[in-house]
């Protein structure tokens, strides 16, 4: 019994389907007619063509005609429901797989790619180059993306050599045209070369790694011990400006009660005084009506029985004499407290200007100049980066530029007066007894300055 054929026999390698419209090409491969004339589309502007297959080359298009055979024999393939693609649904090109260059319409994930055909190839199209004796010598990597970049733009060439004066990657063609006398090398030795300073860079790397991993330790319990020191400033100020405000309520009942002592003791002194006044003011009434009744009667005997009484003086001795003090008054109280309180935010502003001194120019953070020094062996040469230095900000920063001004006598203009310290100057319209100096400024009220 005859073995059943099998269909990859009559599947197209660029598109890996049925044949459809099949044709032959000169090497004898057979292709779909869309799929062959798409590929070589592609070609039209180097004017070689590639058969996929098996590689060889056309200097001229080849002219495609239908192969009838073929034709019948695929579409009794297709009635019979026989199916060519065998490849399983999830080897389909996702988003970061590198897809197949040979096939058509949706592409499968590529598992190799050659470095001589600088394409990329899924298991179907790859089979040739292990089937083949012609590409036995390609070399074949897992699969990679962006092969274009391998291909000189000038002369389509494979990128094999580099430039070591121009410092790029060059193909065959470049060493006579514009890179012709210039220090060239295979991509290999170049390779070796570098694989050389690459550890170098890789070691410099892992110590600025392991440093920085180290600030970044140190910088964090940093920040978590300022967490923690604020914290407790914030705990201990609120307590302490609570306990302030508890002793500032206490003097004010203190006060508050002295005045209300001396308030209340006065007003009853004067309370009692002013009972035992009214009362003596009331008989000293009832004394002077009755005087007034016995100066106008007639009876004679009414009269002198009544005198003596009446006429008899007042004892005075019994009530003290009440002066008022003019100066007394509570308003001394009310200037202390007003002193108090002027006193309280004099030395609040002051502790506060202490306070932000304190906390605004001591500086949380010291921030140092980094020098970065990238050293290659190979070539013997140094790098040196310098970050810039920061803008001074808070009063402290800026002194540390202070430097002293001297006005130099020697060039000063005649009508300018210099002090003894040659620190300050006066324009006057006298001309000074300075020396003639070649130097000196002869014209306008100018000076230069030195700095001590």
Same mark, same amino acid.
């Given at each position: 019994?005859?073995?059943?054929?099998?269909?990859?026999?009559?599947?197209?390698?660029?598109?890996?389907?049925?044949?459809?419209?099949?044709?032959?090409? &000169?090497?004898?491969?057979?292709?779909?007619?869309?799929?062959?004339?798409?590929?070589?589309?592609?070609?039209?502007?180097?004017?070689?063509?590639?058969?996929?297959?098996?590689?060889?080359?056309?200097?001229?298009?080849?002219?495609?005609?239908?192969?009838?055979?073929?034709?019948?024999?695929?579409?009794?393939?297709?009635?019979?429901?026989?199916?060519?693609?065998?490849?399983?649904?999830?080897?389909?090109?996702?988003?970061?797989?590198? &897809?197949?260059?040979?096939?058509?319409?949706?592409?499968?994930?590529?598992?190799?790619?050659?470095?001589?055909?600088?394409?990329?190839?899924?298991?179907?199209?790859?089979?040739?180059?292990?089937?083949?004796?012609?590409?036995?010598?390609?070399?074949?990597?897992?699969?990679?993306?962006?092969?274009?970049?391998?291909?000189?733009?000038?002369?389509?060439?494979?990128?094999?050599?580099?430039?070591?004066?121009?410092?790029?990657?060059?193909?065959?063609?470049?060493?006579?045209?514009?890179?012709?006398?210039?220090?060239?090398?295979?991509?290999?030795?170049?390779?070796?070369?570098?694989?050389?300073?690459?550890?170098?860079?890789?070691?410099?790397?892992?110590?600025?790694?392991?440093?920085?991993?180290?600030?970044?330790?140190?910088?964090?319990?940093?920040?978590?011990?300022?967490?923690?020191?604020?914290?407790?400033?914030?705990?201990?100020?609120?307590?302490?400006?609570?306990?302030?405000?508890?002793?500032?309520?206490?003097?004010?009942?203190?006060?508050?009660?002295?005045?209300?002592?001396?308030?209340?003791?006065?007003?009853?002194?004067?309370?009692?005084?002013?009972?035992?006044?009214?009362?003596?003011?009331?008989?000293?009434?009832?004394?002077?009506?009755?005087?007034?009744?016995?100066?106008?009667?007639?009876?004679?005997?009414?009269?002198?029985?009544?005198?003596?009484?009446?006429?008899?003086?007042?004892?005075?001795?019994?009530?003290?004499?009440?002066?008022?003090?003019?100066?007394?008054?509570?308003?001394?109280?009310?200037?202390?407290?007003?002193?108090?309180?002027?006193?309280?935010?004099?030395?609040?502003?002051?502790?506060?200007?202490?306070?932000?001194?304190?906390?605004?120019?001591?500086?949380?953070?010291?921030?140092?100049?980094?020098?970065?020094?990238?050293?290659?062996?190979?070539?013997?040469?140094?790098?040196?980066?310098?970050?810039?230095?920061?803008?001074?900000?808070?009063?402290?920063?800026?002194?540390?530029?202070?430097?002293?001004?001297?006005?130099? &006598?020697?060039?000063?203009?005649?009508?300018?007066?210099?002090?003894?310290?040659?620190?300050?100057?006066?324009?006057?319209?006298?001309?000074?007894?300075?020396?003639?100096?070649?130097?000196?400024?002869?014209?306008?009220?100018?000076?230069?300055?030195?700095?001590?």
């Amino acid at each position: 019994m005859a073995e059943p054929m099998s269909p990859d026999y009559f599947s197209c390698p660029l598109c890996v389907g049925m044949l459809r419209d099949p044709v032959a090409i &000169p090497c004898g491969h057979s292709f779909c007619m869309d799929c062959i004339s798409n590929y070589w589309n592609e070609a039209d502007y180097t004017g070689i063509y590639i058969c996929p297959q098996c590689r060889i080359t056309f200097t001229q298009r080849p002219v495609l005609r239908p192969n009838t055979l073929l034709t019948k024999v695929a579409e009794k393939m297709k009635k019979s429901g026989l199916n060519a693609t065998a490849a399983a649904p999830n080897s389909y090109a996702g988003p970061g797989d590198v &897809p197949c260059d040979f096939c058509t319409g949706k592409k499968f994930k590529a598992i190799k790619s050659c470095l001589n055909c600088l394409a990329s190839y899924c298991d179907k199209h790859l089979k040739p180059h292990y089937e083949s004796a012609t590409f036995k010598r390609h070399k074949l990597v897992d699969e990679l993306g962006n092969l274009d970049r391998k291909i000189c733009p000038q002369h389509q060439k494979s990128l094999e050599l580099f430039c070591r004066t121009d410092q790029m990657c060059i193909c065959a063609l470049c060493t006579v045209s514009e890179h012709r006398g210039h220090d060239i090398v295979s991509a290999e030795a170049e390779r070796s070369e570098k694989q050389k300073l690459l550890g170098v860079s890789q070691s410099e790397i892992r110590q600025k790694c392991q440093e920085r991993m180290k600030e970044l330790d140190e910088l964090k319990t940093a920040v978590d011990s300022l967490k923690s020191s604020a914290q407790r400033a914030m705990t201990e100020s609120e307590k302490l400006f609570s306990e302030m405000i508890r002793s500032i309520e206490r003097m004010r009942a203190e006060v508050t009660k002295l005045i209300g002592i001396n308030e209340k003791a006065a007003f009853n002194q004067a309370e009692g005084l002013v009972e035992r006044l009214e009362q003596e003011i009331e008989e000293l009434k009832k004394k002077e009506s009755g005087l007034k009744q016995l100066h106008s009667t007639e009876d004679h005997i009414h009269f002198l029985q009544n005198f003596n009484y009446l006429c008899t003086p007042t004892d005075d001795g019994g009530i003290p004499r009440v002066s008022i003090n003019p100066d007394f008054s509570f308003g001394a109280a009310r200037k202390a407290v007003a002193e108090i309180k002027e006193r309280l935010e004099e030395l609040g502003r002051e502790e506060l200007m202490k306070i932000s001194k304190s906390v605004n120019e001591t500086p949380v953070y010291t921030m140092e100049n980094r020098t970065r020094e990238r050293t290659i062996r190979a070539k013997e040469v140094t790098v040196v980066d310098s970050a810039p230095l920061p803008e001074p900000r808070s009063r402290s920063e800026f002194l540390k530029y202070f430097c002293q001004l001297r006005l130099d &006598p020697g060039t000063a203009y005649k009508e300018l007066h210099l002090s003894d310290s040659n620190r300050k100057v006066i324009r006057t319209r006298d001309l000074q007894p300075y020396s003639e100096n070649s130097e000196r400024f002869d014209s306008f009220a100018q000076n230069s300055n030195k700095i001590t």
